[in-house]
């Protein structure tokens, strides 16, 4: 495959090992920049970019093709739950490869998916009872909201059409999720492609207009959140929310009590409620789903991203049967629910993400974890000595370091800085791999991250933030 494009040069052959080795780094990094449009990425940035291309990996390390090693801070964009090339899952996928890798699961089932769904039910928050397979968290969450649209069209109250979300919300990419999004600089573009969506001021404690007291800001949030329901009740079919911690919003934790009252509203004013746990599902949060943490069941709940342990694409919606029988019908009422794609319920992804929770188990990861959140906890605090940490936040093993440019107004830095890039650049240089979401440096460490590589990126996180306010002292 990589022959049919990589430039033979004569020279090049006849070089030593060493060179050759490099010559070929060089090379697919001139491929990747010559046929590549990558994901969220201003290109003309990357073009100028040394990049790195990831070869290998092994437990919460990864290769470059020039050799050098990385801590995958970010469990390689918040999926990875045992490391990489774990022997387990390894094997699990092996075996279903011997059986078959795809088959339709439009009129036709699958043993590895029924197996998930099983599983997936009897650990889901109770009253969650079917389980609707698809792609990514995207897709999950779009379900969610068609599911939630057509039950109440099926119940006759065919007002309920619109939706209600926190601010800032992030649900990923496509049209539905982005509608129901509030990330200003991902969604500003394609407003006139979405439908309009009731906002509710999501509780940011650090930058939340009348103080920073946790109680009083879930308090006021929650009493906006009632207000909306009130007057529009009639026309709300859901509210969405991702509950504890708002992910890609820039890590915002919700104070305790919030999402069991969120959950109190929504029943009471009759609007269903749908959980995105794409990011805080599969242990993220220290309980298998961040809803346990309060003892709530939504309606709908979006998983994806750990669901697999971090190996393929796969992503579920599941539904209580009160939702799931509201589309029972004769078959010429077209009330089926019309949706589904091509690889859904994919037999290698279904079989990886079964041997994933079993490894949970086999390791009583979630366990394990709790030192660890603890020792991330204790460590985070000592952030903020450094200057420029505005705030920093935590729910499990999922955290964001906020940078300030003045941390007693809490004025946020230019967007033309930087300050995120410029902090991840640094650790890249000492080996660690982070992602930034704007000024909040971002940790998500795989859940099986040992307590010495645990440390090694607290350290150069810390390194790196640090070096940068010293940056940025000089600078003024
Ligand atoms: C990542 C994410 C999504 C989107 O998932 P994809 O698999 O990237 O489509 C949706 N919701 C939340 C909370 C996420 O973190």
């Known amino acids: 495959m990589k022959t049919l494009v990589l430039k033979k040069n004569s020279s090049q052959k006849r070089s030593a090992p060493g060179l050759q080795k490099s010559g070929r780094c060089a090379n697919l990094e001139a491929l990747d920049k010559a046929f590549i449009w990558h994901p969220f990425t201003q290109m003309r940035d990357w073009q100028e970019e040394e990049i790195l291309v990831i070869e290998k990996a092994k437990g919460v390390w990864l290769w470059d093709t020039r050799g050098r090693r990385y801590l995958d801070g970010v469990s390689s964009l918040w999926c990875n739950v045992h490391g990489h090339r774990v022997p387990e899952l390894d094997r699990a996928l092996r075996v279903q490869l011997g059986r078959v890798a795809h088959s339709t699961f439009l009129g036709l089932s699958n043993v590895p998916a029924i197996l998930l769904a099983e599983k997936l039910v009897a650990m889901a928050p109770a009253g969650l009872k079917r389980v609707f397979y698809s792609d990514s968290g995207s897709e999950a969450v779009e379900i969610a909201l ?6 109440w069209q099926h119940k006759g109250k065919k007002s309920k059409t619109k939706f209600a979300r926190l601010t800032n919300a992030y649900h990923g990419d496509t049209l539905g999720s982005v509608s129901v999004g509030g990330i200003e600089l991902f969604h500003q573009i394609y407003r006139p492609l979405l439908f309009e969506t009731h906002a509710v001021p999501a509780p940011y404690v650090y930058r939340w207009p009348t103080g920073s007291d946790p109680g009083r800001v879930r308090d006021e949030s929650l009493a906006a ?12 079919a859901a509210f969405v929310m991702e509950p504890v911690m708002q992910g890609a919003a820039g890590m915002i934790d919700q104070p305790r009590g919030y999402i069991s009252r969120a959950r109190e509203l929504t029943k009471k004013y009759n609007i269903l409620l749908i959980f995105d746990e794409v990011a805080t599902g599969f242990g993220r949060t ?93 460590r985070l605090r000592e952030f903020l000595k450094i200057p420029i940490v505005g705030d920093v936040r935590q729910a499990g093993f999922m955290a964001g370091i906020e940078l300030v440019k003045d941390r007693t107004t809490k004025e946020p830095f230019d967007p033309a800085e930087k300050i995120g890039i410029r902090v991840i650049r640094r650790a890249r240089q000492m080996g660690v791999i982070l992602r930034p979401l704007g000024p909040v440096v971002v940790l998500m460490p795989p859940l099986a991250i040992g307590g010495p590589e645990l440390e090694k990126l607290l350290d150069v996180t810390y390194e790196a933030v640090a070096q940068e306010a010293a940056a940025c002292q000089e600078r003024d």
């Open 146 to 151: 068609k599911m939630a649209f057509q039950y």
């Open 225 to 236: 959140m009632e207000k909306l329901f009130q007057d529009k009740h009639e026309e709300i």
């Open 286 to 378: 220290g309980a298998m789903f961040a809803s346990e943490l309060e003892g709530v069941s939504p309606d709908l709940m979006a998983a994806a991203k750990g669901l697999t342990g971090g190996y393929l694409p796969l992503a579920v919606t599941l539904a209580t049967e009160e939702i799931y029988e509201a589309f029972l019908g004769k078959h010429e009422a077209f009330k089926a629910f019309f949706h589904g794609h091509t690889y859904t319920a994919n037999p290698l992804a279904c079989a990886v993400a079964l041997a994933s929770l079993e490894l949970f188990e086999k390791k009583r990861l979630l366990e394990a974890l709790k030192p660890r959140i603890e020792r991330l906890r204790k």
